[in-house]
């Protein structure tokens, strides 16, 4: 059998394709671009919640906070690994973020100006992400589906402890209510940005989708996010801001308005409400690290030599 004729069998057959094995120079340039890209958003998502850190409202937020933006540090380093088993290599990944040669989620290119975002980004973003990560348990690329299982017990952790922020501001005061309310506002529609642009312009999906890159289309998730999210809506006592909003017994989910796709293009070519920002502070996190880079290459350095001596 040919080298792409077994590839082809191991997809049709659902099998994982494996770092060892031979791949078409499109697959592995596509899951380079999606691994890497999915990389620098848990990286880059840091720093919308962390500007909370010093600020959260108790002790018990403050650690729950720590703890989720210390996993997402955790879930770029899983995906930068998984890129690098392709043939990456983690410092380009980098130099091209910051160069904005690579993209991010433009959900993250949005403020957090009140501590009721923090809730609407777990509620939200975490469960849009657990939508969208959840299939990717199945992608075909053995390593990026692995380090998905354990990404998605954590993201789901993320989505309880947003709700569970959320439903003590609703029993709070009126005050809280209206915080809750108003960031429900400006993140509902962002949020199902984040699932991409729709099918009819999706210039990667099919191909990723006979790849099994992709399980589902964007359009099915986007959907699969507004049913799952509607009820826990109303259970909350939030209203989504969307006049479109309404179940559709004919189709058996809810039909729901059109996003702003202007806006994420706009948003993804660099020109949301917070890219400079974002883009400027992880170059300053990344230079100010630059002497942890050269330390550690040096020990290393120092240990090899070390243990060519003792070998001599
Ligand atoms: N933002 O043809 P498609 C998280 C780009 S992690 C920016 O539909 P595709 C955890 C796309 O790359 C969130 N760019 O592309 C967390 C493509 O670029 P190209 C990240 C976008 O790949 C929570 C072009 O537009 N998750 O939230 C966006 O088939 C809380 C055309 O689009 C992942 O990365 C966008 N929203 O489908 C962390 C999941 N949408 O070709 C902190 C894995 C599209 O010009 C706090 N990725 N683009 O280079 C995926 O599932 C897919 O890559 C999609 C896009 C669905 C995002």
């Known amino acids: 059998m040919s080298l792409q004729a077994q590839f082809d069998d191991t997809i049709r057959r659902d099998h994982r394709i494996e770092p060892r094995d ?17 990389a620098h958003s848990e990286i880059i998502g840091m720093q919308p919640e962390g ?17 989720k933006v210390q996993d997402e540090a955790g879930h770029g380093l899983y995906l930068y690994s998984a890129a690098e088993t392709l043939g990456a290599d983690r410092a380009d990944l980098t130099e091209r973020l910051i160069g904005g040669r690579q993209k991010y989620s433009s959900i993250f290119n949005y403020p957090t100006p009140s501590f009721a975002d923090v809730g609407v980004i777990g509620w939200f973003v975490d469960g849009a992400a ?41 029993r709070g005061t009126e005050a809280q209510r209206s915080m809750v309310q108003d960031a429900v506002d400006r993140w509902w529609w962002p949020s199902l940005m984040m699932f991409g642009p729709p099918d009819t312009d999706s210039p990667n999906t099919a191909q990723s989708m006979a790849w099994r890159i992709k399980r ?40 729901f308005g059109t996003p702003d796709w202007a806006e994420l293009r706009r948003v993804i070519d660099g020109d949301g409400p ?10 300053d996190a990344h230079e100010g690290g630059a002497w942890v880079r050269e330390a550690a290459s040096a020990h290393a350095a120092k240990r090899a030599a070390q243990a060519e001596r003792s070998a001599a």
């Open 216 to 255: 589902h289309t964007n359009d099915e998730l986007r959907q699969r996010f507004v049913d799952m999210t509607v009820p826990q809506a109303e259970f909350l006592g939030v209203t989504l801001p969307d006049p479109e909003l309404r179940w559709s017994a004919e189709r058996g989910c809810h039909d």
């Open 51 to 67: 500007e909370w850190i010093t600020r959260a409202p108790s002790l018990r937020r403050k650690a729950i906070l720590l703890a």
């Open 274 to 283: 917070c890219n400079a920002e974002r883009i400027a502070r992880r170059r």
């Open 130 to 170: 657990i939508c969208n990560q959840v299939p990717l348990c199945r992608s075909s690329y053995g390593p990026y589906a692995r380090a998905m299982v354990r990404i998605c017990k954590e993201e789901s952790f993320h989505q309880r402890q947003g709700y569970e922020l959320l439903l003590t501001m609703m």
């Open 22 to 38: 031979w791949m078409p120079e499109g697959y592995r340039k596509t899951l380079i671009r999606q691994i890497a890209q999915h």
